[in-house]
Nanobody
């Protein structure tokens, strides 16, 4: 029900935008989020956005990443600027349905920051 895209290889200091499209019937009242998992590390929160537009960021990405959502397109975005090698990870889209009290995960998209 979640389809993430936009990952790739980028040089340090560069930018990428990730997108995640969700099913219309569960997107509207759901909290959306991005998580990431680097090799050998646990999955960690990157950013979340509520249905009302309130956002939350991990300290490590605050000021560099921006999460947003387009309810008309049932899509959440993660704009990543000033990328660092330590941002290299598989990024996962997450949807938490308040109505269903259930979470869903996308398949992940790889972001590699390297010169």
């Amino acid at each position: 029900q979640l389809q993430a895209s936009g990952g790739g290889l980028v040089q340090p200091g560069g930018s990428l935008r990730l997108s995640c499209a969700a099913s219309a019937n569960i997107f509207r009242f759901s909290r959306m989020g991005w998580y990431r998992q680097a090799p050998g590390k646990q999955r960690e929160l990157v950013a979340t956005i509520t249905s009302g537009g309130s956002t939350n960021y991990a300290d490590s990405v605050e000021g560099r990443f921006t999460i947003s959502r387009d309810n008309a397109k049932n899509t959440v975005y993660l704009q990543m600027n000033s990328l660092k090698p330590e941002d290299t990870a598989v990024y996962y889209c997450n949807l938490y349905s308040v109505i269903l009290s259930q979470a869903y995960w996308g398949q992940g998209t790889l972001v590699t920051v390297s010169s």
